[in-house]
């Protein structure tokens, strides 16, 4: 039973570029969630997907966008990129609208900014 | 979603019972406690999560107090690989919000050999 896939492992980039991160969810999951997490502190939310739709939001500015695919698959983009976009990113999977059902985290994609 | 509070850093030997705890005081009677841990380098994982009643699974036991308002985490008989960020989280029943983890900065439990 796969787990939650995240690609790339690690990813460097510069000042102003763009980048796109992916997740696969788990094998039954339909609902992604993305975390920024910061060195030492805790992980953040961005926003979550579900039915190929963005139903909630964290505070992230719109440089931040997400898809998510027929096959509940999903990509992270970040616009513009800034020092201070780099972190770990966290991809999360969980089943439907359950609150119930707990969110599962792949090992996240570390983007360093030059 | 309710504040948590937690201790930043424990030590538990190994083998031994590791007790964290958490006070979650400003609780409603819409949120459940859950627990995650995040192992240096890896994504936070699921430990177990609860509404009233006390909750075991094979990873851990979680006792919450009958006024709701904190709870403990035990690791029965902690190993090496125990070693890890505790995050205690509550989180809302009804949708909206429920959505997202809400993380504080967790405990950082050391086991020693």
């Known amino acids: 039973d796969a787990g939650v896939t995240q690609s790339p492992t690690h990813l460097i980039k510069t000042r102003g570029q763009q980048v796109t991160l992916r997740c696969s969810p788990k094998s039954g999951h339909d609902t992604v969630s993305w975390y920024q997490q910061a060195l030492g502190q805790g992980p953040q939310f961005i926003f979550q997907y579900y039915e190929e739709e963005e139903r909630q939001r964290g505070n992230f500015p719109d440089r931040f966008s997400g898809h998510q695919f027929p096959n509940y698959s999903s990509e992270l983009n970040v616009n513009a990129l800034l020092l201070g976009d780099s972190a770990l990113y966290l991809c999360?999977?969980?089943?439907?609208?359950?609150?119930?059902?707990?969110?599962?985290f792949g090992d996240g994609t570390r983007l360093s900014i030059l | 979603d309710a504040k948590t509070t937690q201790p930043p850093s424990m030590d538990c030997a190994e083998g031994r019972a590791a007790n964290l705890p958490c006070n979650h005081s400003?609780?409603?009677?819409?949120?459940?406690v859950y627990w995650y841990r995040q192992i240096h380098s890896q994504g936070p994982q699921y430990i177990i999560h609860?509404?009233?009643n006390n909750e075991t699974n094979e990873m851990a036991s979680l006792i919450i107090t009958e006024d709701r308002k904190s709870s403990t985490l035990i690791l029965p008989h902690a190993t090496l690989r125990d070693t890890a960020v505790y995050y205690c989280i509550v989180r809302l029943i009804s949708s909206g919000s429920a959505r997202q983890l809400t993380f504080g900065s967790g405990t950082q439990l050391t086991v020693l050999p």
């Open positions: 999360a999977s969980s089943l439907g609208d359950r609150v119930n059902q707990p969110q599962h």
């Open positions: 609860g509404l009233k």
């Open positions: 400003t609780i409603s009677g819409n949120e459940y």
